[in-house]
């Protein structure tokens, strides 16, 4: 039988039955369905990050995969850099909306005389 009540275990989590009893009650956890413990939603403390601090970080984990010489840790930074500049409302843009920065991205241009423009 496979869990399917969306609570962030996935799908095809099995459902695991403990027993007959009632789960003794922990805080901040619930039982859902029979099949596993997951938080309860709460609304006692927030987790956040200022966005500067996120920036910042984010190019900092980026450097270090970068230079990596784990190929899965150099793959890794793609996501980082969609974070930074392609994604709907980029960190860049959301950081540089207090500083009001021009930002531009020179590229390189890699002439190949095989390729002609048409």
Known sequence: ???????GAGSAAPMIR??????????GVRERDGCH??????????????VEQLFVRTL???EHRTVATDEYAV??????LRKLLMESTTLVDKVNSRYKLRI??????IQNPDIRAS
């Open 1 to 7: 039988m496979l869990a399917a009540d969306g609570c």
């Open 18 to 27: 403990r027993s007959s009893r009632p789960p003794e009650s922990k805080p």
């Open 37 to 50: 413990d997951c938080p309860a939603p709460t609304t006692d403390h927030k987790v956040t990050m200022d």
């Open 60 to 62: 900092a984990d980026l």
């Open 75 to 80: 793959l890794m930074s793609a996501g980082l």
């Open 104 to 109: 531009r991205y020179p590229m390189n241009v």
